[in-house]
């Protein structure tokens, strides 16, 4: 490794530590939850190609990208790997319909479960499922309206997961919105032809690349709308 990138590595890690730090201190304790720490998930038994460790979004990010007046009560919220549930908590003061969250990890999804029980009597929306499934094999809900992801996953994962949101859209036409945090694979999902990004909110790591890698982007996925056909009198 050349100083350059040991010295990118290290910066890296001081600003996780940090974030994670602050976090802590100023977030977690008053409200007395536990989603700040990373997990490797080869200490969960979980390692595989196309999976990523667990590392939480900031607190802020959902508030950041997705603007109070943009949710309704009609409005269905999910998040694709969702951890130990931090951004569930940033959901639930929303005024969703319901809130749902898909964790590969019984372990992770046991400590989500504990934070959103401690939180829920002050909660906007308290309509909160917890599901242990994998991605690949999670059947989207027909009215989920907004989809949330962290980069928990890449590759063949990926792609099967844009797939099903994508017959999700045809299969019950409706306006969907993904909000993907560190767009790692945002030339993939424009690639389908089917997602549109209308926001982005840039990272905040040092450096201008940092800066973009770890950007959250929203995009939409609009039903295709069926030519019309000609009326010969």
Not at 75 to 86: I, Q, T, Y
Not at 121 to 150: F, S
């Amino acid at each position: 490794m050349s100083p350059l990138a040991r010295a990118h590595a290290w910066a890296r890690l001081a600003f996780q530590e940090l974030r994670r730090t602050a976090a802590t201190l100023l977030i977690e304790r008053p409200l007395g939850v536990d989603t700040a720490r990373i997990v490797d998930l080869a200490s969960l038994g979980l390692a595989a190609p196309n999976r990523v460790d667990y590392e939480p979004s900031g607190w802020l990010d959902l508030r950041l990208i997705l603007r109070r007046g943009e949710v309704t009560v009609d409005d269905v919220f999910l998040d694709l790997g969702s951890g130990k549930g931090r951004v569930l908590l940033q959901a639930a003061a929303y005024p969703f319909h319901r809130i749902i969250g898909v964790e590969l990890s019984a372990q992770l999804m046991a400590i989500a479960r504990t934070n959103v029980d401690r939180r829920r009597e002050r909660l906007r929306c308290r309509e909160i499922e917890l599901i242990i499934a994998d991605v690949v094999d999670y059947e989207l809900p027909d009215d989920v309206t907004v989809v949330y992801m962290y980069n928990a996953f890449g590759g063949s994962v990926f792609r099967a997961v844009v797939d099903r949101l994508v017959a999700s859209v045809d299969g019950n036409p409706r306006r969907l919105r993904l909000i993907y945090r560190t767009a790692l694979e945002d030339e993939a999902l424009l690639a389908t032809g089917r997602f549109r990004e209308v926001r982005s909110v840039p990272g905040l790591r040092p450096g201008r690349a940092w800066s973009r890698k770890m950007a959250t982007r929203m995009y939409v996925i609009d039903p295709v709308t069926a030519p019309r056909a000609d009326i010969h009198g």
